[in-house]
């Protein structure tokens, strides 16, 4: 995908995303968002400046769009933390960042470096609310002990954490979560 296509970008913005909010989400995870920071001379999903700069003014025209729903990047590259659209600084449209596979199979340290260059955006905007989170993965419900580590890790890291299985096809309901209030 080329998110700077016109035709791309009237697919998401006047298509998919109406059909999603009248469902009565809170917002989009805008998956594969890593796009815009892989450069034009990358071995896949090469993105010039122009498609960067076409990932970024899509998630303007997204949250002109739907200014109350919540905008999160998946694993948003840290040059995407220095970029503009229409005047505003990308960080102030989007209101958190996520990313995969932090803790689990092993820890990425480049990844949870990734996001704490995010984590910092919050202080050096002197914005607050900016959630940043870790989503891992299991093998099954049955993986109590690997999910676990993945949480508290996220947690000591200051990332807000979330495992599911691998699958996606089931709920876990481990005795590490915290109850809700």
Known sequence: MNPANAD?????????APRLAATGVDGFMLDNFEIVGHGANASTAPCDAACAQGGLDLVKRLRDRYPDLAMVPN???????AGTTGGVSFPWLIDGVIAEQVFLPSTSTSVVQLLKSWQSTEQNLGRSGFFVGSLDYTSSCTASSSAQTA???????????????VSLDSICWWSFLPVGS
Request: proline share 6%; no cysteine; charged share 0%.
């Open 8 to 16: 791309y970008q009237n697919l998401i913005v006047n298509y998919i």
């Open 75 to 81: 694993a948003a590259p840290v040059q995407a933390i």
């Open 151 to 165: 949480w508290t890790a996220a947690q000591q890291t200051g990332f807000s954490p979330s495992i599911s299985t």
